[in-house]
């Protein structure tokens, strides 16, 4: 089975911009769940969603939002992006009994 | 509240083993996980052990459980340096929402020569 596929794998962008991140799940998982990983911060949960629905959430601001679709891809979405969004956005996908995770390569954000 | 936590940083020479510790709060923790993050790479999932495990073994790897103390260990045999990565413990446990997963802040392994 192919992995998990993040796009892009890099990103360039001003402070005040939006920036959409896309995840390509495993074929056959149905939650995906997004992770922001800074240096300082280490690996913080933004949201998980599930059969097209967030099932859980983390606490980021609502400039930080995703959805899914009836393929199970998933997007995330920052409006008015801030210096301290800079990081590696991560995305794993979910299945098996226990929903295990899989992670696909990041998303590294530069934001100027 | 759940929680899961690491130390920081392990150093280790070449060829010994390491061994990465991990405590955990949730009782009700399904599963438990090792994943390995290297240098501007995702997370690889190392390994897992079910909750009603106390061990188990998978070449150079072998994962503790003592559910007793809630805590977790990793030990890598012959640490070579292609190991020197972050290792990141988690637990999943059932909430209402489905499955939780809860990650540990990593752990840092160097690895001497």
């Known amino acids: 089975k192919a992995g998990v596929t993040q796009t892009p794998r890099y990103l360039i962008k001003t402070r005040g911009q939006q920036v959409t991140l896309s995840c390509s799940p495993i074929s056959g998982h149905r939650s995906v769940s997004w992770y922001q990983q800074t240096p300082g911060q280490g690996l913080q949960f933004l949201f998980e969603?599930?059969?097209?629905?967030?099932?859980n959430k983390g606490n980021f601001p609502g400039r930080f939002s995703g959805r899914q679709f009836s393929n199970s891809r998933s997007e995330m979405n920052v409006s008015t992006l801030e210096l301290g969004d800079s990081a590696l956005y991560l995305c794993a996908s979910s299945g098996g009994p226990a929903e295990t995770q899989y992670f696909g390569p990041g998303t590294r954000l530069l934001v100027l | 509240g759940e929680d899961v936590e690491q130390s920081l940083f392990l150093s280790v020479r070449e060829g010994d083993s390491s061994v990465i510790n991990c405590t955990y709060t949730d009782s009700s923790s399904t599963y438990l996980y090792w994943y390995k993050q290297e240098p501007g790479a995702g997370l690889q999932l190392l390994t897992y052990i079910f909750s009603n495990m106390d061990m188990k073994q998978d070449q150079r790897l072998t994962v503790l459980l003592n559910k007793k103390d809630k805590h977790l260990s990793l030990r890598i045999a012959d640490t070579q340096t292609g190991d020197s990565a972050i290792y990141f413990c988690?637990?999943?446990?059932?909430?209402?929402?489905?499955?939780?997963?809860?990650f540990g802040a990593g752990t840092r392994l160097f690895v001497k020569a």
């Open positions: 969603y599930f059969s097209e629905t967030q099932r």
């Open positions: 988690a637990e999943t446990a059932r909430n209402t929402g489905g499955f939780k997963t809860i």
